[in-house]
C-alpha cells in the first residue's frame, strides 16, 4: 500500500525551498561526468546501441559504456536526460554527456526524474557560439536536492510505475497492430481462410483471387477529401476557448500509426469538410524528407482524453478517407498500413516536397473486393483490436498526465512517500 502525505515544513535554499531533512548538493558531488564519444559507423544491424543528444541513434558492434548511467545532451539538443539502466552496454555519442553514480546513497534513477522537470535551466547553461553546448564543469555545478536515499527509490519507484504502465500499453499496441496485419495478409494477400473455393486469375492486379470477388478503383470503394489550408495564426500551441484539436501531420508516425502530439486551432474559415471525428481515417499527403516514410502512412485519429467536443480540424497535409460503407475502414486501413512504400513511391508527386496524386490514385489504385458477408466478417474481427489500440492511447495520455502533475510534486519534496 503506498502512503503520501504534503509536506508542511520547509526550509529555503538556493534551489528553492525543499523538506527540511533534505539536503542540497552539487551534481558533481554524486556523479563522475564526462563526455561521450565520437560514434563509429551505424549499422542498424550490430547488437549495441547508440545514444546521443537525442536518445537512441542507431546501432554499432561495439560499445564503450556499460552500467547504470544517465546521458544528457552536450552538442545540439541540450536539456534531454536520458536512463539507461544498469546491465546495458551502449556507445555513448560525443555529443552527449554520460553521468555515472559515485555516492552509493544517490539513486540515478530519482535524478533522471529530477532533472527531467528541470529541462530549461539545462538549456539555460548553453555556452556554444556556433551551436548550443553544455561542459562538464557546469553540468557538474548544478545544485540538487539530497534526500535520504530510502525516500530517492521510494518516489523513484512511484513515478517508475506510471513509465512502466506507459511502456506495457505501447508494447500491447505494437502486439495489437501485428496481429491485424497478420490477420490481413492471412485473409487478402494469402487468401488462407478461401483455399477450399476455385481461384480465377485477375490480369488487372496479375494474381489469383477467388471467384466472385470484385477489383475496384479505391476512389469507388471510399471518398477521399484535404483538410483545411490553414494560417499560421490560425494554429496554436495551447488550447484556448473555442479552440477544436488540429489534427496535422506530427500526429501520423511513419509507416502507419497515430501520434498524440496534438496543436488546436482557431478559424472563422472553417466549413464541414474541414471536420474531423475520432477513429476517422487519414493518411498523409505530404512529405518533406523525400524517403516514401510519411507519404500515405494511414492513422485512426484519437482525440485527448479531456477534449469535450466529438468533431475536430485536420489540415491540408492530411486526407482523410471516408469509406462507402463502414465496414471497409478496417480492410482499406490495411491496405494503405501493408502496402505504404508502394503507394508513395508510385503516387507522389513534386521535387522539393512530396504531394500525394490523389486524382490519379482514387482512379488507378485497385484493390479486390470481396462480397460483402466476407468484408464484413473481417471488419467485426479487427474492428474491436483497433478500438482496443484507440482506448490503449488515451489511457497513456491520462497516465502521462498524472505522472507529469506528481512529478515536481515529489522530486522537490512537496509531496512525501511516506511507505510503499
Known amino acids: 500500500m503506498v502512503k503520501f502525505r504534503w509536506e508542511t515544513d520547509f526550509k529555503e535554499t538556493e534551489i528553492g525551498k525543499i ?3 533534505w539536503e542540497v548538493k552539487e551534481l558533481g558531488k554524486l556523479f563522475k561526468v564526462k563526455n561521450g564519444k565520437r560514434p563509429p559507423l551505424v549499422n ?15 546501432y554499432t558492434s561495439n560499445y564503450n559504456e556499460t552500467g547504470e548511467l544517465l546521458v544528457t545532451g552536450r552538442v545540439g539538443t541540450l536539456g534531454n536526460v536520458f536512463y539507461i539502466p544498469a546491465g546495458y552496454k551502449i556507445w555513448v555519442s560525443d555529443n552527449a554527456l554520460i553521468m555515472q553514480r559515485k555516492d552509493n ?28 553546448l553544455i561542459t562538464q564543469r557546469d553540468l557538474k555545478n548544478i545544485k540538487v536536492p539530497y534526500p535520504p536515499s530510502e525516500e530517492q527509490t521510494r518516489i523513484a519507484t512511484v513515478l517508475s510505475w506510471f ?11 505494437e502486439i495489437l497492430e501485428k496481429i491485424t496485419m497478420a490477420i490481413f495478409k492471412s485473409w487478402f494477400i494469402d487468401f488462407e481462410p478461401f483455399q477450399d473455393e476455385e481461384f480465377v486469375y ?22 477521399f477529401t484535404n483538410g483545411l489550408s490553414y494560417k499560421g495564426s490560425e494554429k496554436l500551441d495551447k488550447y484556448e476557448d473555442g479552440a477544436y484539436v488540429f489534427i496535422t ?14 496543436a488546436w486551432i482557431k478559424s472563422d474559415r472553417l466549413k464541414e469538410r474541414h471536420f474531423v471525428k475520432e477513429g ?16 500515405a502512412s494511414p492513422a485512426f485519429v484519437v482525440f485527448p482524453p479531456d477534449y469535450e467536443m466529438d468533431i475536430g480540424v485536420y489540415s491540408h497535409h492530411i486526407t482523410k478517407v471516408s469509406p462507402k460503407k463502414e465496414y471497409y475502414k478496417s480492410y482499406l486501413y490495411l491496405i494503405f498500413r501493408s502496402y505504404q512504400e508502394y503507394i508513395a513511391q508510385t503516387y507522389y ?18 484493390i479486390p473486393i470481396p462480397p460483402q458477408p466476407v468484408i464484413q466478417r473481417f471488419h467485426s474481427l479487427v474492428e474491436p483490436i483497433f478500438k482496443k489500440i484507440i482506448n490503449n492511447q488515451k489511457q497513456i495520455l491520462t497516465l502521462k498526465k498524472i505522472r507529469d502533475v506528481l512529478l515536481p510534486q515529489l522530486v522537490f519534496g512537496r509531496l512525501r512517500v511516506v511507505k510503499i
Open 105 to 132: 546513497n544517490s539513486v540515478i534513477k530519482f535524478y533522471f526524474y529530477h532533472l527531467s522537470v528541470r529541462n530549461k535551466e539545462l538549456i539555460e547553461l548553453n555556452v556554444g557560439s556556433t551551436q548550443p
Open 19 to 21: 523538506p527540511k531533512d
Open 349 to 366: 508527386t513534386g521535387t522539393g516536397v512530396w504531394g500525394f496524386d490523389l486524382k490519379n490514385f482514387e482512379q488507378n489504385y485497385l
Open 249 to 262: 501531420l506530427n500526429n501520423i508516425e511513419e509507416r502507419g500509426g497515430f501520434k498524440t502530439e496534438f
Open 163 to 173: 513509465d512502466d504502465l506507459i511502456e506495457n500499453k505501447k508494447k500491447q499496441n
Open 280 to 295: 476517422d481515417l487519414i493518411f498523409a499527403n505530404t512529405e518533406q524528407t523525400k524517403t516514401g516514410r510519411l507519404l
Open 202 to 223: 485477375n490480369e488487372e492486379l496479375d494474381i489469383e483471387i477467388p471467384k466472385g470477388w470484385e477489383v475496384k478503383p479505391i476512389g469507388e470503394v471510399a471518398d
Open 44 to 58: 542498424n544491424d550490430d547488437e549495441y546501441e547508440i545514444w546521443g543528444a537525442n536518445g537512441l541513434m542507431g
